[in-house]
């Protein structure tokens, strides 16, 4: 191998707060090192080929794709999970609409959800049904039939606005 | 499935990513956003790359007005596309299609020269450059050239960029005053590639219309420009339909698409000429 290419590649970044440093395979992604190496499992790995967004995460404030993109990229990026949101309590309003919308059942595509929802609010106002829809596309769920997460993210959009109290 | 990379490595500017390349023996593949590379990678569609990851060269970032045209860094990303003024401002074609492309997750990290360089014959942004009469910048080994958008698209997923070369931006012409850009397609959900879709730029000199999904490649749809021009647009409709030749996939049969081509145009022509279906 040529000296400049790696297959092991130093990275250090933040994840959840917290400063974390190792050494990754070329061909790690971000989902399998979160999930495998640091044994957070709240993002799930899916499809593994960015249909399903059950790995969706917060990178540098913006939602990606976890398994498209590579642990090795992530060197001296921000990286929030599930786990690191739900303890700040910057999404508490929205995990507690989604349990009183019964937002979920069987709960795989939540995580996901919850990051391409938060990225949707962060940007402020009150989106329409149809704007909601659109932006949680690239999130499947196969249990609730998406009605529900809909009116989950419109209650906390329209109580985030003091349009309503939650 | 798991990707197996070959090796890693972070190109810190151009001129390092070419050296990467040629060092890499062959075996070299530029990595820019990643989200049809690592889908492919995890497939193990690509197996024993060297990556060489050009993500962080800023310089090959971002949207400028330059010697008459409008020039956009190969690494701006699909999310910049649709929010950017001069984009909006010389290109709207361009920003009609983000809002097709994908899903917002993935419009965050794919860039519009990966999606050039990646070729998809279904993908919006090759079919928009095609009818803009846009240009593709390369630069390799031997320095830079220039390729005009009509000889980049050779085959599916396969273009003009040769063996150790990176495509470093895309020019577009300015808009002139008049000038109206369309971009109308069907796909199945929303975010997927098209079944089929069309891109129509009406200028003083004439109009341009390009297809994608409807064969190996994007492509001009000369002979029913020439009926555009002609103010004739039924016979646009019936010349579209015979000059191109669709696949059949299980996605949809040829002669849907070859039909579908026709009701796009003219619902773009409506659209055109603002009036209502
Ligand atoms: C679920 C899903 C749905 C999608 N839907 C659509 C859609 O509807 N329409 C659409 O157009 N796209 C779609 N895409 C693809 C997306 O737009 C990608 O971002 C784009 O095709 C590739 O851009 P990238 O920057 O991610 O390139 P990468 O994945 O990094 O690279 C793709 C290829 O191009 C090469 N390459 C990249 N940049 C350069 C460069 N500067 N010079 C030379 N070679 C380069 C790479 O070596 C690789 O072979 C979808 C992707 C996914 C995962
Ligand atoms: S696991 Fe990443 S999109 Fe499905
Ligand atoms: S709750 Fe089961 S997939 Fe969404």
Redesign the pocket.
């Known amino acids: 191998m040529t000296e400049a290419f790696r297959d092991r590649i130093d990275i250090a970044l933040t994840v959840n707060g917290e400063p974390v440093e190792a050494r990754v395979p070329a061909g790690r992604h971000l989902v399998d090192f979160l999930r495998l190496d640091l044994g957070l499992t709240g993002a799930h790995a899916g499809c593994e ?3 399903c967004g059950a790995c969706t995460i917060q990178v540098d404030g913006q939602a990606v794709r976890g398994c ?1 993109m590579l642990a090795a990229q992530a060197d001296g990026a921000e990286v929030w999970t599930l786990e690191g949101l739900t303890e700040q309590g910057v999404i508490r309003d929205l995990q507690d609409a989604f349990v009183a919308r019964n937002a979920l059942q069987c709960g795989y595509c939540t995580p996901g959800m919850l990051a391409s929802i938060k990225e949707l609010l962060d940007m402020g106002g009150v989106p329409d049904r149809a704007t909601i829809r659109e932006h949680l596309s690239g999130n499947y769920c196969r249990c609730t039939g998406y009605e529900a997460i809909i009116d989950a993210v419109e209650t906390v959009a329209q109580a985030r606005a003091g349009r309503i109290t939650a | 499935m798991k990707a197996l990379a070959g090796g890693y490595a972070r190109a810190k500017d151009v001129a390092h990513a070419l050296d990467l390349l040629a060092a890499a023996d062959g075996m070299g ?11 492919a990678m995890n497939m193990r569609l690509s197996t024993g790359d060297m990556l060489v990851d ?1 993500s962080r060269i800023e310089a090959l970032r971002g949207v400028t007005v330059e010697g008459g045209t409008l020039r956009i860094g ?1 690494l701006t990303r ?1 999310v910049d596309i649709g929010t950017d003024p001069l984009v909006a401002e010389h290109a709207p074609l361009l920003v009609q299609a983000v809002h ?3 899903h917002a997750a ?1 419009r965050n ?3 519009i ?3 050039l ?2 070729a ?1 014959p ?4 090759p079919a928009c450059v095609l009818a803009l009469g846009g240009t593709i910048h390369l630069q390799g080994p031997d320095g830079m050239r220039a390729v005009a958008a009509e000889d980049f698209f050779v085959d599916v997923f396969e273009t003009a ?1 040769a063996e150790g070369e ?2 470093t931006a895309i020019t577009l012409p300015l808009i002139e005053p008049g000038e109206r850009h369309v971009l109308i397609e069907t796909a199945r959900r929303s ?3 098209a079944l089929a879709g069309l891109c129509l730029v009406k200028r003083a000199a004439g109009h341009r219309l390009s297809a994608f999904s409807v064969g190996p490649r994007p492509i001009l749809a000369v002979a029913a420009m020439e009926r555009l021009d002609a103010g004739d647009a039924a016979g646009a409709v019936q010349a579209l339909r015979n000059e191109i030749d669709p696949p059949s996939d299980t996605q949809a049969s040829a002669a849907y698409r070859r039909h579908l081509a026709g009701v796009l145009l003219t619902r773009a022509l409506q659209d055109l000429t603002g009036e209502t279906a």
């Open positions: 080929h960015g249909v498209l | 593949r530029v990595l820019a956003g990643g989200q049809s590379l690592i889908a050009i190969a699909h097709h492309i994908a993935i990290r794919g860039t020269g990966g999606s360089a990646h998809d279904a993908a919006e942004f960029i990176i495509l975010g997927d590639y």
